[in-house]
């Protein structure tokens, strides 16, 4: 009986947070589980409360915002039965995105060319969307989608959809196309960047318009501290790592990460084709520049290209290079078409926007869905240009291109430098990515790879936008992404060779060393790789390397682009090892990742990796320097104005601890794993299960629970159903002066719909009273219902009305203010404010409103109670009179005769003839009662039975009752009644005439 009351009990309070953040987000099905992470929990909390949702997601790479917007939209829901979701992606994330919901058990259907029209006239049928922002941004598909009256529409990369200086067509259709859908007020929008703000502030402020259409106003009025103050945590949100690891979880959830530049010694090939590379590159763009004297278009780029590919790979440059000669010599016989001089300078504007933009990420802006494979728009576009080169030129390409057959063919120093970090690690039990921007180089490594370390080789894949090869696959189909991420899973994957564009999307988190291999001329491509494995779910330290050869070029960059750029505000160490130098970066910092510039103020210089080539090949090492230092000096002001707009990481962690551990229960960290494991050993014992603890690891018969889902999964399956009426313990553990502990489920309603609920414990002391809420009240219930301590369920409780009606009264209040007031603080101060101040019209369609939170009801449950058996007054010294225990003795007997009357039974006082109180019947069933009344004055609950008393007890068995009528001194008394209390309860003999019941358990 008492196992079957103490998990009935577990499982009450279980489901009483069934609308809690952190239990909704363990509740939320997912293979592999989704872990409630603190910045998470405190992220769904404020949202719950608010109608609709609309907010700019800002966090750092790796912190989870696609899962953030997925549990978002679960949510919805839940809450108002949201049924059209629409996903806009760039088209390289839609297979991610695909494959995150999947792991929701959501199947999304993909919006694609061949099946718009048909989900149209279906009329779109209830559903999660996924598409390519950039097939739905124009017509024919851009009103088809915007006839669909959608409950939630995502917006993933958020920052491409603005209005940038460049004024490229591309951007400005994307942003109409979401400007349409968010023009309706009342629609969720939730949008998603971990780079808000580019740079250009009429760009961040056109994005804060999707999330609230009811700014007016241009940039002059809303350019400004204060009206950036308000939207922070109001409708923008943005966490870094560092804030995740000592703010919200006060533990290492993201690993060390640095990035090391390793130099090593280049061969004489090597120098000579990097020098005779450079110098033909420069006398060419100079030669240019005389020739036509304006801004450089298709032939600059081409020379760019080419050292871009050069730095990538010598079998790169070869590749690119012969197909510049073989062209040329079709030219020249003519039987190449004429040179279209126009068309190939705008050609070459789109290849420098996608291939030498920022980062990978600006590929998908140019080319069309089917386009995947940069090697050959590159290769096609060197073609194209071969008539620009003359016979002179002709000669020293050839000449390059033998330098390189001779490197591919007798020593390769970066690629060997490679294979040797790949072993290292291989040999430590890590998994590594080797990331190339080019297919040519990426089966280049492959290929030598298979051919100098073929055990190694065994167990490396290689993905480019072309194929995914996996060794010894024996199934007809080809692998996919899935099948990879599978056998990266199961370890059967220990080295993965992948192009940027094929990968992107594609989180490897369960690697933790990434190898770099040429060195890029754009550093926040060095961090969208880190991203990949750096990210939650990460368990070991993270390693990304760049392997520069001892030659001109290759240090300048070195020097130049990453000792100063990407180091920019973090710390470096340089150092001599056996085989170079060394320059290691320590990645993690306060801002998080701070983009570099691309999109700035008119005057103000942006990043540009084809401006930073140019400038190296026509000025060198001075110019790229100089180039540099103006970059920098306007990502100080970026970052200036990233602290003036809020959402660079300023005083959160007061109001974050606040809303974490006095509001939500401080579910976090270890302490929270720490105490769901004591929970389940107490629950298992409960059950009487075998359980095998190793370390941090839990074992139940051939199961193991490796993390909190685990768990609590695990929890859920051992307890019972639930059903309405309260349950009651006695315990003898001695927590912090507890007589009671009263425990109230309260469940939270928006518009009489359940937004949140939380169970709450009402800590009954001699003189006080103590609200305990979240982690606490588990480690307590946990504590109190071990073996150890676990005395008896109590099959009768009363309370006085009035007295249980007081706590529940008390723990309403404590609950709904300070939730609600709490989750809205910042979003009723925005709408008050912004438009007090004219930032914006009136918000009709939003709700609540600053003042009105007349939306917001509770309703209250009692759950039970636990009763703690403390130590009495008599043996702390307080001993009472004769003349009080016959007093107190009178009374028990006056309310327990009462409380049978009550009951609907008829009470006989035999006290003055048996060795028991009251004989009792229910006529109805006929049942008998043998009880056995002990009074007490205060909270406390030792008795003593004497000899003939227990005798009495033992020969009466089940229908023998023990009440225990207390805190007749406190005005609001209660009975505890125990049927068969021999059995129930442990006692232990104190003299020869006497048993003394005392706060010990039974395990029972």
């Known amino acids: 009986m008492t196992r079957e009351q103490a998990l009935q009990l577990f499982s009450k309070v279980i489901r009483g947070f069934d609308y809690h953040p952190f239990f909704f987000i363990l509740n939320c099905k997912a293979d592999p589980p989704a872990l409630p992470f603190a910045h998470q929990v405190e992220l769904l909390f404020k949202l719950a409360f608010r109608r609709p949702i609309r907010i700019l997601i800002g966090d750092e790479i790796g912190l989870g915002k696609t899962i953030e917007a997925i549990l978002i939209a679960k949510m919805l829901e839940k809450r108002d039965g949201a049924r059209k979701i629409l996903i806009l992606v760039p088209r390289i994330l839609v297979e991610q995105w695909r494959s995150e919901l999947k792991r929701f058990g959501v199947l999304a259907k993909v919006i694609e060319r061949k099946v718009i029209d048909a989900y149209h006239r279906q009329g779109f049928p209830d559903g999660w969307y996924l598409a390519s922002i950039d097939l739905v941004k124009r017509e024919p598909h851009k009103s088809k989608i915007l006839g669909v009256d959608w409950d939630i529409v995502i917006v993933d990369e958020a920052h491409r959809v603005g209005k940038t200086r460049s004024g490229q067509r591309s951007a400005t259709q994307r942003y109409e196309l979401v400007e349409e859908l968010a023009k309706v007020a009342n629609r969720n929008v939730i949008l998603l960047s971990a780079t808000p703000h580019r740079g250009y502030v009429a760009d961040y402020i056109s994005r804060l318009r999707l999330v609230d259409p009811y700014l007016i106003g241009g940039e002059k009025e809303l350019d400004n501290e204060s009206f950036y103050s308000l939207t922070r945590d109001a409708i923008v949100v943005r966490r870094t790592k560092m804030d995740i690891n000592d703010v919200y979880e006060h533990r290492l959830i993201f690993k060390n990460a640095r990035f090391i530049a390793r130099v090593v010694k280049a061969t004489p090939e090597e120098e000579k084709f990097n020098e005779l590379l450079f110098e033909f590159l420069r006398d060419k763009l100079l030669e240019y520049h005389e020739y036509v004297g304006e801004e450089p278009k298709a032939l600059p780029l081409l020379l760019a290209l080419i050292a871009k590919r050069a730095s990538s790979s010598p079998y790169a440059a070869m590749k690119t290079l012969e197909r510049i000669i073989s062209k040329r010599a079709m030219v020249v016989k003519g039987r190449a078409p004429s040179l279209d001089v126009a068309k190939l300078d705008e050609e070459a504007r789109s290849i420098a926007d996608a291939l030498l933009g920022l980062g990978f990420e600006d590929y998908s802006d140019i080319y069309d869905e089917e386009e995947k494979n940069p090697d050959e728009i590159i290769n096609r576009f060197a073609e194209e240009c071969a008539p620009l080169i003359n016979d002179r030129d002709v000669e020293i390409i050839r000449t390059l291109v033998s330098y390189a057959n001779s490197i591919v063919g007798r020593g390769d120093s970066r690629l060997r430098t490679v294979f040797r970090v790949i072993e290292e690690h291989v040999l430590r039990g890590e998994k590594v990515v080797v990331f190339t ?568």
């Open 437 to 1004: 921007e080019y297919r040519d180089t990426a089966e280049y490594i492959y290929r030598q790879l298979s051919i100098e370390m073929p055990d190694i080789a065994k167990e490396a894949a290689l993905i480019t936008g072309e194929r995914i090869e996996i060794p010894g696959w024996r199934e007809r189909r080809n692998p996919d992404i899935e099948d990879l991420k599978k056998y990266l899973g199961q370890g059967r994957i220990k080295v993965v060779i992948s192009t940027d564009v094929a990968s992107e999307g594609l989180n490897l988190q369960v690697a933790n060393i990434i190898i770099n291999y040429e060195p890029t001329w754009s550093p926040i491509k060095i961090e969208q790789r880190l991203g990949r494995v750096w990210r939650l779910g990460q368990e070991r330290d993270v390693t990304s390397y760049t392997i520069f050869l001892d030659i001109r070029s290759d240090k300048d960059v070195l020097d130049i682009l990453y000792k100063k750029l990407l180091a920019l505000g973090r710390s470096l160490q340089e150092s001599k090892v056996p085989i170079g130098e060394e320059v290691v970066i320590d990645m993690m910092t306060e801002e998080g990742h701070i983009t570099i510039p691309i999109d700035t103020e008119k005057g103000v210089p942006k990043y540009s990796e084809y401006k930073a080539l140019l400038t190296y090949i026509r000025e060198g090492r001075i110019g790229l320097e100089s180039y540099i230092k103006s970059i920098i000096s306007a990502l100080e002001s970026l970052k200036k104005s990233l602290e003036r707009i809020g959402l660079a990481r300023k005083g959160l962690t007061i109001r974050i601890e606040r809303i974490l551990r006095d509001i939500l229960g401080d579910f976090r960290g270890n302490e929270v794993e720490r105490v769901f494991k004591d929970l389940f050993i107490v629950i298992v014992s409960l059950r009487k299960l075998n359980v095998k603890i190793d370390g941090n690891r839990i074992y139940v018969d051939t199961s193991k629970l490796d993390n909190i889902y685990d768990i609590y999964d695990n929890i859920n399956s051992l307890l019972p159903n639930t059903d309405n009426k309260p349950v009651y313990l006695l315990s003898s553990a001695q927590l912090e002066g507890l007589k009671e502990l009263h425990l109230f489920r309260v469940m939270v309603f928006f518009r009489d719909r359940p937004i949140y609920s939380e169970v709450i414990g009402v800590g009954v002391k001699n003189n006080d009273r103590e609200f305990i809420r979240g982690r606490k009240l588990f480690e307590i219930i946990t504590v109190a219902s071990s073996q150890n301590n676990i005395v008896s369920a109590i099959q009768e409780y009363s309370i006085p009305n009035e007295f249980l009606e007081s706590l529940k009264i008390s723990a309403s209040k404590i609950v709904l203010r300070s939730v609600v007031s709490e989750a809205l603080k910042e979003f009723r101060e925005y709408i008050s404010r912004v438009e007090g101040l004219g930032f914006s019209a009136y918000h009709q369609y939003w709700e609540p409103r600053p003042n009105n939170l007349d939306l917001y009801s509770d309703k209250m449950e009692y759950l039970g109670a636990i009763i703690f058996t403390t130590p009495s007054e008599a043996a702390q010294g307080a001993i009472p009179t004769p003349v009080m225990v016959k007093e107190i003795e009178e009374k028990a007997m006056k309310i327990a005769m009462e409380y049978e009357i009550k009951s609907g039974r008829i009470p006989e006082d035999v006290s003055m003839r048996e060795h028991f109180d009251i004989f009792s019947r229910d006529p109805r069933t006929g049942e008998i009662r043998f009880i056995e009344v002990k009074g007490k004055s205060g909270l406390d609950l030792e008795v003593e039975l004497t000899e003939a008393e227990f005798n009495v007890a033992r020969e009466k068995g089940d229908k023998y009752w023990l009440y225990i009528v207390y805190g007749i001194g406190t005005k609001s008394p209660r009975i505890l009644a125990i049927q068969d209390p021999v059995n129930n309860m442990r006692w232990r003999e104190v003299s020869v005439k006497r048993y003394r019941f005392r706060p010990e358990g039974t395990g029972g």
